[in-house]
């Protein structure tokens, strides 16, 4: 009897010490307070506020009685959580686009949080306050209300150059990429599409945000040139030293910007290319290049070369050669068969380089006389 008794000694004292795992689950809200009962009047215990983690003691109906790493406990509405598996969802979606480039910076208009995927109903967790800034790294788009089937089947037309009637070359039309699938004569209208952005925040949490909810960080002085297109991103080839701006150290930033119509749901990220230079002689911007209509995808790559004097800008970005494909998860286009286009800048000279040099889709036009930059050849300094 006594051995039986000390072989059961340590088997007891291993159940004394042993703990049943709990579940773990974060704060989705803004903050929320912990009660000390699931009642109509009860105490508040403890404040959580949004990603915290809290473990899980026990499930009520639609309550949750947690633990807080201060060992903090009461109840929590379970709608104000998301479980582990969300958790590693968002983990897993920073994990994979951490090393995506950088295609443009937004401003946050308002408190918004982040989904795991693009969609108003979609599992939502990190929590963005106004004025943040966010790192965009894609796009796409998907219907503003969901519908049966989701995303909408897309069939894009190959680009064509219809004949344009006399007087009316002045309007640019914009190409003829997509169009929703309608074979019957009473089909249902296209469905409403918006587009969301994958974003980066400062501390590297990553999820999808609705596009119409920040502004895309576009320098003032070129915004303005805007004209009535969007924005997609701005990028900075060079600097000019002009010792009558106002520009820090009189170094005037010289611009690379995608621009795109102002609606949601296009199949390709910009159809604009427009290059903003400095005129000495006028103290102003000027376009010294423009490409448009293309069917133009991001990211945009910059870099510098070596050439006579010093180096050069040169930029390169995809563009669609016929037909794109939409993944019907994510609601991203691509295209099915890409081309690499590659310019350099030299002073206000923007010249095409690279291995494809062939003719562009007939879509495309180029303008790089819209406004002949003033030229200071003795005063003009390029800076990288």
């Known amino acids: ?18 703990h049943d795992k709990h ?3 974060y704060v989705n809200a803004r903050q929320m307070y912990l009660h000390d009962r699931v009642a109509a009047v009860s105490n508040r215990v403890a404040e959580v506020t949004n990603g915290q ?14 633990k807080t790493e201060k060992n903090e406990i009461g109840w929590i509405e379970e709608h104000a959580v998301i479980d582990g598996s969300t958790f590693d969802g968002f983990a897993q979606l920073a994990s994979e686009h951490k090393s995506d480039p950088v295609v443009a910076t937004a401003v946050v208009r308002d408190d918004i949080y982040v989904h795991l995927r693009p969609g108003r109903d979609t599992e939502r967790f990190y929590l963005l306050a106004a004025n943040a800034k966010a790192q965009l790294l894609v796009r796409a788009s998907v219907p503003k209300t969901p519908a049966p089937g989701s995303i909408p089947v897309v069939k894009t037309e190959k680009p064509s150059q219809p004949a344009t009637p006399p007087g009316a070359a002045a309007k640019a039309s914009q190409p003829a990429v997509s169009t929703v699938v309608a074979n ?23 999820g999808w945000l609705l596009s119409n909810r920040m502004d895309v960080d576009v320098p003032d002085e070129i915004g303005l040139y805007a004209e009535g297109q969007r924005i997609v ?22 611009y690379l910007t995608l621009l795109s119509p102002p609606k949601s749901g296009l199949p390709f990220d910009f159809d604009q290319v427009r290059i903003f230079t400095w005129s000495l002689k006028r103290h102003r911007y000027e376009t010294a290049f423009r490409l448009h209509p293309i069917l133009g995808f ?24 016929g037909e794109l494909r939409t993944d019907a998860a994510t609601g991203i286009s691509r295209p099915a068969a890409a081309r690499t286009i590659r310019y350099s800048l030299n002073d206000t000279q923007v010249k095409r380089i690279g291995p494809d040099l062939a003719p562009l889709p007939s879509t495309h036009t180029t303008d790089d006389k819209v406004a002949k930059p003033g030229k200071h050849p003795a005063a003009r300094k390029k800076i990288r």
């Open 298 to 321: 991001l990211p945009v790559q910059v870099s510098y070369e070596p050439a006579p004097g010093g180096s050069v800008p040169v930029f390169s970005f995809q563009i669609a050669n």
């Open 1 to 18: 009897m006594v051995v039986v008794v000390c072989l059961l000694l340590p088997v007891a004292g291993c159940n004394r010490f042993r």
């Open 184 to 206: 019957a004569p009473d089909a249902p209208p296209a469905v409403p599409m918006e587009d969301w952005w994958l974003v980066r925040d400062g501390q590297g949490h990553t």
């Open 23 to 25: 579940d773990t689950v």
């Open 53 to 66: 983690q809290l473990e899980v003691l026990e499930h009520g109906r639609r309550f949750l009685k947690v």
């Open 233 to 254: 991103g701005a990028y900075v080839l060079a600097k000019v030293t002009d010792p009558d701006s106002s520009a820090p150290n009189h170094e005037v930033p010289e």
